[in-house]
C-alpha cells in the first residue's frame, strides 16, 4: 500500500523557535490531512489541503500542499510548550477516500 | 459533548484470551474506524464501517473481527490474544469520507498482552 514518510522523527527547540516538518510519499495524494496527538489522546486534525500548492493557516500553524502532489509541509511559528505533542501527516488510501494512511509521525518537544 | 468514547482505557491480557473493545459515538456518523497505533509509530487501519451492517478490512485486520449492528456502536473483538496484539487501540468516526470531513478519534484503548 501508500506510504508516507515523516521527517524529522524528533524535534527537541527551545520555546519561541520556528518549526518545519514535512511528509513524502512516492504516490500522489489528492488531500492532506495534519493530525495532533497529544500525549495520552487520540489524534485531533489541525489542518486539511485539498488543493496543490494550496497553502492553508491555522494560527500558528501554516501547512502547504506540495505542487507534485507528493508531498505536503506544516511549519509552527513562535513555539510554546503546549505545542508538545506528535504531529502525523494522512492521507486517503484509495480512491473511495474511505482509508486515511498515516505517517510515522515527527514528535516535538519544546523546551521553555 | 461524549464525542467518541472507548472503554476500557487499560487492559491486561492473558496470551490465548479474549476481549472485546467498546466504541460508541453520539454524532449520527456513518463512518467508523478501528486503528491500532504500535510505540513510536503511526496508525494502521484495522477495520471500518461505512453504516450499520457493513464492515470491510483495513490494513491489518488479522487476529479481529467486528460488528456493526448500530449507528452507534462498533466493537472490536480480540480472539486469542498474541503479545504483537500489545498496542494502543483507537477507535474514531466520521460523518462522510475521511478525505472531506473531520475524523473525531476516542481517547484509546491501552493493551498489553504478557
Known amino acids: 500500500g501508500q506510504q508516507l514518510n515523516q521527517s524529522p522523527q524528533s524535534m527537541f527547540i527551545q520555546e519561541g523557535e520556528d518549526v518545519s516538518m514535512n511528509c513524502t510519499s512516492s504516490s500522489i495524494f489528492n488531500t492532506w490531512l495534519w493530525y495532533k496527538q497529544d500525549p495520552g489522546e487520540g489524534p485531533v486534525l489541525l489542518i486539511a489541503l485539498y488543493k496543490a500548492g494550496e497553502l492553508t493557516s491555522n494560527g500558528r500553524l501554516t501547512a502547504q500542499f506540495g505542487i507534485t502532489r507528493k508531498d505536503s509541509f506544516l511549519n509552527i511559528s513562535a513555539s510554546i510548550p503546549s505545542d508538545v505533542g506528535i504531529y502525523f501527516c494522512?492521507?486517503?488510501?484509495?480512491?473511495?477516500?474511505?482509508?486515511?494512511?498515516f505517517g510515522g509521525g515527527t514528535r516535538l518537544m519544546v523546551k521553555p | 459533548n461524549a464525542g467518541v468514547t472507548q472503554t476500557p482505557k487499560f487492559r491486561i491480557l492473558k496470551i490465548g484470551q479474549s476481549m472485546t473493545l467498546q466504541c460508541t459515538q453520539d454524532?449520527?456518523?456513518?463512518?467508523m474506524y478501528w486503528y491500532r497505533q504500535d510505540p513510536g509509530m503511526g496508525l494502521k487501519l484495522i477495520y471500518y464501517?461505512?453504516?450499520?451492517?457493513?464492515?470491510d478490512k483495513g490494513e491489518v485486520p488479522n487476529g479481529y473481527n467486528v460488528s456493526r449492528s448500530t449507528t452507534e456502536d462498533f466493537p472490536l473483538r480480540l480472539e486469542l490474544a498474541a503479545p504483537s496484539q500489545t498496542s494502543v487501540y483507537f477507535c474514531a468516526s466520521s460523518a462522510d469520507r475521511v478525505g472531506y470531513r473531520t475524523q473525531y478519534f476516542g481517547p484509546g484503548t491501552r493493551l498489553l498482552v504478557l
Open positions: 494522512a492521507g486517503p488510501q484509495n480512491n473511495a477516500g474511505n482509508m486515511l494512511t
Open positions: 464501517s461505512v453504516g450499520a451492517g457493513i464492515t
Open positions: 454524532m449520527n456518523h456513518n463512518y
